[in-house]
């Protein structure tokens, strides 16, 4: 079946040390999106990727990064990891940016920072 | 700006009885609306949307919401649940301006009882 996937389902990292999920997609679709789940929160979009142009939402901090290197992949870098970034990740495709689209979620990543 | 409130965190009921998830926006434009679930160590996924039209939308899995413009509300409702319906509920909005921004509520926990 065409899906999200994202890799690992649970990662554990230090405090500061850089820590990269992953997420891909046999949609092809144009846009993937990075949702930052915290327990009891709603999800909070990070950033999206429309092709290979990347949106980054205001308030998202420095220490969030991501690639997209192809269609299929798209990566979540976080380069110095605080306690309060321990979250579930989310990934999410749509086939273009419009408002009225509907989103494909992968299962989520939980990050720990120990 | 769009904002989401689902004013219920948890909702316990019985299989087989009625439910209702509420959901409430603030919008200063036309929005698009939508409930997605998560079923337990899954992804999120659509169970409906209101883009615009008919204001009574059904779903899957026997689900339906109505638009309410003056009460700004999108309530869920199923008149019969199972235990499979077991799952967190997310209300979300995206504004007709919004890049496929998606705006979510902070999920409400539907417990089927046995």
């Known amino acids: 079946d065409a899906m999200v996937i994202q890799n690992p389902r649970y990662q554990v990292t230090q405090f500061g040390k850089p820590v990269t999920l992953s997420c891909s997609q046999t949609?092809?679709?144009?846009?993937m999106y990075w949702y930052q789940q915290k327990s009891s929160q709603a999800p909070k979009l990070l950033f999206h990727y429309y092709d290979k142009d990347f949106n980054n939402e205001a308030d998202t901090p420095d220490n969030f990064q991501s690639r997209r290197p192809n269609t299929s992949f798209c990566f979540l870098d976080i380069r110095s990891p605080g306690l309060g970034d321990a979250a579930m990740y989310l990934c999410a495709t749509s086939r273009d940016p419009a408002p009225n689209e509907k989103l494909f979620f992968g299962s989520g990543t939980q990050l720990s920072v120990l | 700006a769009q904002s989401v409130t689902q004013l219920d965190s948890q909702v316990p009921v019985f299989e087989e009885a009625p439910v209702e998830l509420r959901c409430n926006y603030s919008s200063s434009v036309s929005v698009y609306l939508f409930w997605y679930v998560q079923y337990p160590n899954q992804g999120l996924q659509l169970l409906l949307k209101?883009?615009?039209?008919?204001?009574l939308v059904k779903g899957i899995n026997g689900f339906e919401a109505e638009f309410n413009k003056s009460q700004t509300s999108f309530h869920l409702r199923k008149p019969s649940v199972h235990i499979s319906d077991t799952a967190e509920y997310f209300c979300?909005?995206?504004?007709?301006?919004?890049?496929?921004?998606?705006?979510f509520g902070q999920g409400t926990t539907l417990q089927v009882k046995p």
């Open positions: 949609l092809n679709h144009n846009v």
């Open positions: 209101y883009l615009s039209g008919s204001t």
């Open positions: 979300a909005v995206s504004g007709s301006g919004n890049t496929g921004k998606l705006i």
